[in-house]
């Protein structure tokens, strides 16, 4: 079957950098989107990797290794409206997105 | 910011209703898809389209159906809503092409008594 890991929760600091990994497993693979979600709102996009490397988006990045099946979403100074959920979804062959359950990011002061 | 609309935002109705959830882009985007997802877990794909009069079942369609006669109207009808149907379900729209990203609506939180 296909599947998206990714942690539940994770907190940090204000002013910090947190690293929030995904890994997968899916039936091929055409890119990997890291989204955010706030509460009660839509998800929108934020990265997207389709070969391995860093990509830098401001205060944002996200890593690929395709041969691991692992991608991170690094977020630097981080500030309190960055608390949200952060999801992982990766297009398998079919240019289907599979999506992970969310990491619940509480940014303290 | 993205051009798509979903209506209602908030629904509540009665077990054995039919509704439909409307949804609409401004983006002229070829695929359109809609979602289910519940607090804390991952969207599930209901049901998708490439372009009119196309349309695919996801993973949870079996008590739901949708039509595209028009490039920016994709809307979804529960023939007989259960209260196993509530939860939040998000359209998204996505341009042509294998790896674009999607957009999505604000989303309609359906509860069902």
């Known amino acids: 079957g296909q599947n998206i890991d990714q942690p539940t929760e994770m907190t940090a600091t204000e002013g910090a950098i947190v690293q929030i990994n995904c890994t997968y497993q899916?039936?091929?693979?055409?890119?990997l989107f890291w989204y955010q979600q706030h509460a009660g709102e839509a998800p929108t996009f934020l990265s997207y990797n389709v070969l391995d490397g860093l990509e830098e988006k401001g205060r944002f990045s996200s890593f690929l290794s395709r041969s691991k099946g692992y991608s991170y979403l690094l977020l630097k100074e981080l500030q309190m409206k960055d608390s949200a959920s952060y999801l992982c979804a990766v297009m398998d062959s079919n240019y289907q997105l599979i999506w992970g359950a969310g990491t619940k990011l509480i940014i303290k002061p | 910011e993205a051009d798509i609309y979903q209506t209602p935002r908030y629904l509540v109705i009665g077990t054995g209703k039919k509704i439909t959830l409307e949804c609409s882009q401004t983006?002229?985007?070829?695929?359109m898809y809609w979602y289910q997802q519940d607090p804390g877990m991952e969207l599930h794909l209901i049901h998708y389209?490439?372009?009119?009069?196309?349309?695919e079942k996801g993973d949870l369609s079996s008590e739901s159906t949708v039509s595209r006669i028009r490039t920016e109207h994709f809307p979804l009808t529960l023939e007989s809503a259960r209260p196993s149907h509530t939860s939040q379900y998000l359209c998204a729209s996505s341009p042509q092409g294998e790896s674009t990203e999607a957009f999505f609506g604000q989303g309609t939180r359906l509860t069902v008594v």
């Open positions: 389209s490439y372009g009119v009069n196309s349309t």
């Open positions: 899916t039936s091929g693979f055409n890119g």
């Open positions: 983006m002229g985007h070829d695929k």
